[in-house]
């Protein structure tokens, strides 16, 4: 019935967890996976149930909810801690003497702790029933059994049934920061499939369709290939505020090379605001005229900029206000964002400063022409989104 409970707990919790994927856990279960352990158990149905990481916070507390009643009695007596508070020695046994040792189950456990609660009336260390440290005994901290309830100490084994009633694994959240893998998928969204090219790829159905309609005899039946049209830009600022984000772009960078179906990308760099000109090597100055780019790259190109926007105002709003000194920019930065807003139909700004902070002046200029998204696992599904609107 327990078990039950944690299905029926995790889809109160909105977690997407089906009928299938649960009889999956149980047969899993019947035929021993779990191994009678609770920590076993947990990172089974985990791997069994859920579907992406961003469910492992919910999960946790389903599972701490469901098996609360594996946290210790409330009557532990301060003079059994004290026996725990100076531990001897870990002891150590190989694979095949831990599975010698007598498992319990969760109740069981439970039964066994209290009566020894009473018994108990001196400190033990090494042994093999009492509340002590070290040993094999299922209570205490610092041994080798692989199936117990660990009482203070800390965890270091991984076996304490504790872990039930403890939430100590990380929680996956979907305002954590992207690494490539996410990124990757987020960026698969951008999709947009029409067939071009000769007809050279086999129509399987359609092929199947005719031969069936021609009395088994054989019509093959070619197609064009089915490709994905959408074209990306992605405008990166680099340098100055932006270098406490540098690894975070740099993932995004990544992805965005690793991805294969895009009909094109194309890659720039600027420095806090876009000018005249846009590098696609910053490191050694080599750009590209922004009114070039704008001329030859047509408007359907999906636009990802990636910056804080974050600057002096005068950079944004005035000309010659780069805050390069030997760079003069001949229109205001604002300019040169309102001509790309405008020439381009979906356009795209990724924050990396979290959207409580966008209230400096430029942010807010900034975000009235671009629908700006933190970068985020979930601004960067919007953001996709949003690219993907049609205008």
Known sequence: MV??????????LKVPVSVTEWMALMLAVDKGLAKSSLTTFYYLARAVL???????????????????????????????????SDPINKLELGEAELQALKHMDLEELRRELEKRLQEQTERHDGGSRWIGTGGTSPFGHGGA?????????????????????????????????????????????????????????????ETIDKTCRNAGEIE???????????????????????TPYSNLVSRLFSAAHQMTHFRDLQGYYFHNC?????????YTSESEP?????????????????????????????????????????????????????HFRHCVWLN????????????????????????????????????????
Do not use: C
């Open 3 to 12: 078990f039950l409970d944690l299905f029926y707990t995790l889809r109160q």
């Open 50 to 84: 859920i579907k992406s990481e961003t469910y492992y916070d919910q999960y946790d507390q389903a599972f701490g909810h469901v098996f609360k009643n594996a946290e210790l009695p409330a009557d532990i007596r301060d003079e059994i801690l004290d026996w725990l």
């Open 145 to 205: 059994h692989p199936g117990g309830i660990r009482i203070g100490g800390s965890g270091g084994g991984r076996h304490a049934v504790q872990i039930a009633a403890e939430r100590r694994f990380r929680n996956y959240r979907t305002d954590v920061t992207l690494d490539v893998r996410q990124i990757k998928v987020a960026l698969k969204r951008l999709r947009r499939f029409s067939r071009e090219g000769p007809e050279d790829e086999l129509a399987l159905d």
């Open 220 to 242: 093959l039946v070619f197609q064009r290939e089915r490709k994905n049209t959408v074209k990306v830009l992605l405008l990166m600022d680099s340098g100055g505020s932006m």
């Open 274 to 282: 876009v000018y005249q000109e846009v590098y696609k090597d910053i």
């Open 290 to 342: 922004t009114a070039s780019l704008l001329q030859n790259l047509s408007p359907d190109y999906k636009v990802i900029v990636v910056g804080d926007a974050y600057m002096a105002p005068s950079e944004l709003f005035s000309v010659g206000g780069a805050i390069d000194y030997y760079y003069h920019n001949e229109r205001p930065g604002i300019e040169w964002l309102q001509r790309i807003a405008d």
């Open 352 to 391: 990396p400063m979290p959207d409580r902070a966008w209230f400096h002046t430029t942010i807010s200029a900034i975000h009235r022409l671009f629908p700006m998204f933190p970068l985020t696992i979930d601004g960067l599904e919007e953001a996709v989104k949003k690219l993907m609107v049609r205008r």
